[in-house]
């Protein structure tokens, strides 16, 4: 009986090496499947980074704030926390300190806010023609915003020294007397605001530069054709064309109002480490989550007024964007 030679497996299927056809197929295949995951996953992989730092370092420390601002904790003993629910902010909407830092942070932010982005619109204005030296003077407003908060804040203070400050000098050589800076509320606000002025209005007028540079040139050429004098093409071209630039810049100063901290704090820090004035002409929400916080060891109502600062900038949000649906219903 003659014996088959061929070497079959049982059930006919032929076997040995897979054939150069199918690795080919499973290359495709997993050359495809790569790509998917490149086209897919590479923009998520990008972008994981920042929400990692977001979560480590603003996400969490924001959810823990919130729940200490519902505990009797103090500073020393971080670990012993008493329930007290909403018995911090129920102390602070009865605090007249409270109200207090939120007059001075709303009037000090007036006062700040208001001229610095006037005088930035007009820097920026000037530096948008063609001048001698203009990179260097737009490189040197930027000094201002690149100098230490803490310099500043230094050297305005001796500026506004009552004694021999240079200020009640410039005022006596035209025979006012001297002001006491830092004793009276208004002057004190004011020589603040003065420090926030300075420091922010060279950053904020390069913020409209670019604005400005952005505008269609012949827009300005229309309306030169039309007869609109320099000052009309700035109110009727330039505005409305930097208009969400300025809105940007008015919500950037809002948050850094809300936020006055290193200013106030070195300009009244006095031997004894009183802050905000001895009648807390000039004390700020900031100064008073500080004082809370890291002076009186209350790290329940520090955190409370945290959040209290946060409620504020969304309810300002809030109250400006329902004042621009308004005036686009208007218009």
């Given at each position: 009986m003659a014996t088959s030679t061929t070497?079959?497996?049982?059930?006919?299927?032929?076997?040995?090496?897979?054939?150069?056809?199918?690795?080919?197929?499973?290359?495709?295949?997993?050359?495809?499947?790569?790509?998917?995951?490149?086209?897919k996953g590479a923009p998520y992989a990008f972008v994981a980074p920042f929400f990692v730092i977001f979560a480590a370092f603003s996400f969490y420390p924001l959810v823990y704030t919130s729940w200490i601002s519902l505990h009797d904790v103090e500073l020393a003993t971080l670990d012993v926390m008493k329930w007290v629910g909403f018995g911090n902010y129920v102390d602070l909407w009865g605090d007249s300190r409270f109200w207090n830092a939120l007059r001075n942070t709303i009037s000090i932010g007036v006062l700040s806010t208001v001229p610095q982005l006037m005088m930035a619109l007009g820097l920026a204005h000037l530096l948008n023609y063609r001048m001698r030296a203009s990179l260097f003077f737009r490189v040197a407003s930027l000094v201002p915003y690149a100098t230490s908060v803490a310099a500043a804040a230094l050297v305005f203070t001796m500026i506004f020294e009552r004694d021999f400050g240079m200020i009640n000098w410039a005022l006596g050589t035209v025979g006012v007397d001297p002001v006491s800076w830092e004793a009276e509320k208004w002057p004190a606000q004011t020589a603040i605001s003065t420090m926030v002025i300075w420091r922010w209005t060279g950053y904020n007028a390069l913020l409209y530069l670019?604005?400005?540079?952005?505008?269609?040139?012949?827009?300005?050429?229309?309306?030169?054709?039309?007869?609109a004098s320099r000052w009309q093409q700035f109110t009727h071209v330039t505005i409305p064309g930097i208009r969400a630039t300025i809105v940007f810049t008015i919500v950037l100063s809002t948050v850094g109002a809300t936020q006055l901290f290193g200013e106030p704090l070195i300009f009244g820090q006095g031997p004894n480490g009183v802050t905000g004035g001895a009648d807390n002409q000039y004390q700020t929400l900031g100064l008073l989550l500080y004082e809370e916080g890291w002076k009186?060891?209350?790290?329940?109502?520090?955190?409370?007024?945290?959040?209290?600062?946060?409620?504020?900038?969304?309810?300002?949000?809030?109250?400006q964007r329902v004042l621009a649906r308004l005036r686009a219903r208007q218009s």
């Open positions: 070497n079959e497996p049982l059930g006919g299927t032929p076997s040995g090496p897979p054939s150069p056809a199918d690795g080919a197929g499973t290359g495709r295949r997993l050359g495809a499947l790569l790509h998917r995951l490149d086209v670019a604005a400005m540079q952005a505008v269609p040139a012949d827009r300005y050429e229309a309306a030169a054709l039309d007869g009186n060891y209350q790290m329940g109502r520090s955190a409370a007024v945290a959040w209290a600062m946060f409620l504020l900038l969304v309810l300002a949000f809030a109250a």
